[in-house]
């Protein structure tokens, strides 16, 4: 699938909404979207509202898509952030919650890039409270060695 940031749709949304400080020169700043977004509920709830929507549609008409295809694929995977807080899970067969240490997640987040780290945690459903939610539950606290052997796991469980 493509991401959604690259539509000219989201991103005339959001220049429209914050300005062009948010895509300049046409493209798409994440970081400053996250600036914005998070530094008031509303504007978070705003654009909320334009995303999940369109992450819905998409992932429907993806699986759609694959359903058609000969032979099917055994399995596809979509990595969905806030899946639970947004109420998509029921357009997912099942789903996989990758939980890891608060502390560990946080210092992978900011080692990413990734600003208004406590913002965004404290929008998140709990990790408790997502793999209770979860169909399967992996915990990353390793290497990502360790990540993709629990994963393959679980891959075999879902061809079965």
């Known amino acids: 699938m493509h991401e959604l940031y690259a539509s000219d749709e989201l991103r005339d949304a959001v220049v429209a909404r914050w300005g062009d400080e948010v895509a300049p020169g046409g493209v798409v700043d994440r ?4 600036r914005r977004a998070f530094a008031d509920p509303g504007e978070r709830a ?3 509202g334009l995303l999940w929507p369109r992450v819905g549609e998409r992932v429907a008409n993806w699986r759609a898509e694959l359903e058609r295809r000969e032979p099917r694929p055994a399995a596809a995977i979509v990595e969905t952030p806030l899946l639970f807080e947004a109420g998509m899970e029921p357009l997912y067969d099942a789903t996989i919650a990758v939980v890891a240490d608060e502390g560990l997640r946080s210092e992978r987040a900011a080692a990413r890039g990734h600003e208004a780290v406590d913002e965004r945690a404290a929008r ?3 990790q408790d409270e997502k793999a209770a ?5 992996v915990h990353n606290d390793g290497s990502p060695e360790d990540l993709q052997s629990a994963l393959a796991v679980i891959l075999q ?3 079965r």
């Open 31 to 34: 970081p400053a979207i996250a």
């Open 46 to 48: 705003w654009l909320e």
């Open 124 to 126: 998140q459903l709990s």
């Open 133 to 137: 939610r979860a169909t399967y539950v």
């Open 157 to 159: 469980q879902l061809r």
